[in-house]
């Protein structure tokens, strides 16, 4: 089965009508979840409340007692250009993270297959130290080092497809190792990191891609390049940084894949899980800002997802 963390709270996280990054996002989802063969495979689980230690395993104490003392009591406060709070972004953004870590002990003990967080705000351009790209605190990032901490883990591999460069996750991990981090990324585009010249060997992988990339131009590379890197590095658990807006349709960037190479990404993850980590896989919600592709996107990737199970 497949554990979906979410909570109501992370409907509370509203940083203004007109911000891409709304509570109308998860709405889009569930709506697209209700109507999936997808569901028949999905237990619906409420995500906890995530601790200050649980933060802490990645970010600093000054950027968490920052993001506490600038939450509003009402309307909203901007951390910068792009991340903005209200009153329930704190408990939304801890929700994130205690579904990230209870879904690590989940794989871990067996309790689940797979798990999927349906949680915002997204983290993954948060850096130890920074807000920033709609993202309060790094959930992906947390997850692998909770895991490695927790459950001493020796091999996690985080895979992230969202369209945009995850720089706090690579600032995060880069140089040390136990942990591979691997990102297909429009390039140029926001935050301007992720190029090759940064990669590490065994442990930082970009795969920059020029705009208009469709399906087939995507589904190769990922083939020749990202799954025989992920396959020698032999993960003891794989976390997915899943972001949608790479869609052809999204207002925010501009690659060109469909609902199909969703569901292909989907499938093939699992097909290398199975090889390496007993088919351990935890994905969290990072972007997609077309409410309607991104509610039959995720329903696309849960799908593959569940026929993984049915193999």
Known sequence: ?????????CDRHNPGQTHPENA?????IMAALHNSPAKQHVIFRLAPLGTKEQVLLIHSNAHLER????????????????????????DAALRGVGAA???VDDLIA???????????????????????????FNNI??????AITHHHLERVAIIDFDVHHGNGTQDAFSGKPGVLYLSTHQSPLYPGTGTKAENIA????????????????????????AIPELAAFKPQLILVSAGFDAHQSDPLAGLALTENSYYWLAVQ????AKECCDGKILSVLEGGYNHAVLGTSVAAYLEGCASALED
């Open 202 to 225: 065994s442990n930082i992988c970009n795969i920059p891609l020029a705009a208009a990339t469709d399906d087939a131009g995507y589904q190769k590379v990922f083939s020749e390049i």
């Open 269 to 272: 993850i699992c097909k290398l």
């Open 24 to 28: 109308g996002r998860l709405q889009s």
């Open 1 to 9: 089965m497949i554990n979906l963390y979410h909570h109501s709270d």
């Open 110 to 136: 067996g309790t689940a297959n797979q798990v999927f967080c349906l949680t915002r705000p997204p983290g993954h351009h948060a850096t130890p130290d920074t807000a920033m790209g709609f993202c309060i």
């Open 141 to 146: 990032a947390i997850a692998a080092q909770y």
């Open 101 to 103: 870590c209870r879904g």
């Open 67 to 90: 993001v506490l003392a600038n939450s509003p009591l009402q309307g909203t406060r901007a951390l910068d250009a792009d991340t903005v709070m209200s009153p329930g972004t704190i």
